[in-house]
């Protein structure tokens, strides 16, 4: 709802209950000012207006308005898959397009507004996937506070994923041997505090603390690799029958550092019941469905991430922008279809708007985007995009077009046995001699103290 909207219900309400507009706001949320603040702009958050609403109902014998479903995001789990659960797909575009590497010096560059406290620098990466971007970006923290101990922690709900991840966690103990890592699958409003939000399922939670033994990449990754046993039993997720999202079966934290600097990392090793957010840099790369809701992104993912900012941290958040090479060959085959609707404008103001006073400290920087935007390209020779374009070098760049638009599946099948998918290709490469993309970025910063 519109500041105009609450407004105009408030008013309408105590005209009928002969009320003051101050006496509402002091007896439905404890705040006199409430509607004079809303006059002037100011927002509230969504459990304010619940407050507003449910008193309204209460005083006059009716139900508060439903709320409005937050995301469409319900599908078919036996029918669909979400764009990043196809292996193939995914794997396909990171070994042809070069994101990861564009993503991670953005990332890069936030470094030089990080200024980390004792006892460490302290990093969260919200949606690991291989570990491709954290490590770069690691290497890129090495060099610039080579002496400075390192928490890095990330969230990652993917059994394949985490094992790729591991394997690049050996080179990292090895270059910064003062480097706690912690792997988590819980959700983005738990994960930064490794704590589920019920009791219940907190009870069920797995902590499993691995201390590496010895002094090289070699002896590191070869006890890393023996918790393959613990990866497959225990990293589980299941298909919520609510949502079709999956769900993790029960919250784990995988804890790893070497023994031989573990006397200097024990203020740091979180442990059970004894674990801080607090980070100085967040890392929010693709962590939503570029068809989620506005609401969604800021309510369940980008809300608590900048929640668990320390004073002088930053989020860095980045998403597929669109209006690219890549969207042109979707549309050719599709006429119309936009599925980057949400801009980083759009969801700052949401996720401001979801923080209330609680993001009083924030700074929200959408900045020019000349800034914002950057591009990453399918990487092939200059031979392969001119002239008569072989059918491999087409089909990975339909592939790349249909895996940033996130393309149902079942959308995919209905064009399987066309020509349609190709030819849309091989004309976009010709026109532009290439492929490309772009995405946005955005930071949330909390102001030092």
């Known amino acids: 709802m519109t500041n105009d909207q609450i407004i105009a219900q408030i008013s309408e309400f105590c005209r009928q209950a002969d009320m003051a507009e101050s006496t ?54 036996q029918s669909n898959f979400r764009f990043f659960e196809n292996r193939q797909k995914y794997l396909l575009f990171v070994h042809t397009c070069s994101e990861k590497r564009v993503v991670a010096e953005r990332v890069g560059l936030e470094l030089a507004s990080i200024h980390p406290k004792p006892p460490a620098l302290r990093v969260f990466d919200a949606g690991v996937g291989d570990g491709t971007v954290l490590s770069k970006v690691l290497r890129t923290m090495h060099g610039r506070f080579p002496q400075i101990p390192f928490y890095v922690a990330g969230k990652e709900l993917s059994l394949e994923d985490v094992r790729l991840t591991l394997e690049k966690v050996p080179d990292r103990l090895f270059e910064h041997p003062a480097s706690v890592f912690v792997f988590t699958n819980m959700n983005y409003a738990e994960a930064p505090w490794l704590t589920p939000s019920s009791p219940a399922v907190a009870a069920s939670m797995i902590w499993h603390e691995v201390v590496l033994q010895g002094a090289s990449s070699g002896e590191f990754e070869a006890q890393i690799a023996a918790l393959k046993p613990f990866l497959d039993q225990n990293w589980r997720a299941n298909v919520s029958p609510r949502t079709g999202m999956p769900v993790y079966e029960r919250p784990i934290a995988l804890v790893l550092y070497r023994e031989d600097h573990r006397f200097l990392l024990d203020g740091i090793i979180p442990r059970a019941g004894r674990v801080e957010a607090n980070f100085d840099l967040v890392i929010a790369s693709q962590p939503y469905r570029a068809k989620s809701s506005v609401n969604f992104r800021a309510k369940r993912i980008i809300a608590p991430l900048a929640r668990a900012l320390r004073p002088g941290g930053r989020l860095i958040g980045i998403h597929s922008h669109g209006q690219d090479p890549g969207l042109e060959i979707i549309q050719q085959v599709w006429p119309g279809e936009n599925p980057f609707s949400v801009s980083r404008h759009e969801l700052l103001r949401a996720v401001k708007y979801e923080l209330g006073s609680s993001g009083r400290d924030l700074n929200f920087n959408a900045y020019a985007d000349n800034r914002s935007i950057f591009r990453y390209d399918m990487e092939a020779l200059p031979n392969e995009v001119t002239g008569t374009i072989g059918t491999s070098t087409a089909f990975a760049a339909w592939n790349a077009a249909v895996y940033v638009a996130q393309i149902e599946e079942d959308r995919l099948t209905d064009i399987a046995h066309s020509a349609r998918a190709l030819d849309a290709a091989r004309e976009v490469l010709r026109k532009h001699n290439g492929l490309w993309f772009y995405d946005e970025s955005y930071v949330i910063s909390r102001r030092r103290d």
């Open 24 to 77: 509402f706001g002091r007896r439905s949320v404890n705040d006199g000012k409430l509607v004079h603040r809303l006059r002037e702009g100011k927002r509230i958050t969504i459990d304010t207006l619940d407050r507003i609403q449910a008193y309204i109902a209460a005083s006059t014998g009716t139900l508060p308005p439903p709320r409005l479903p937050e995301v469409p995001e319900k599908r078919d789990p």
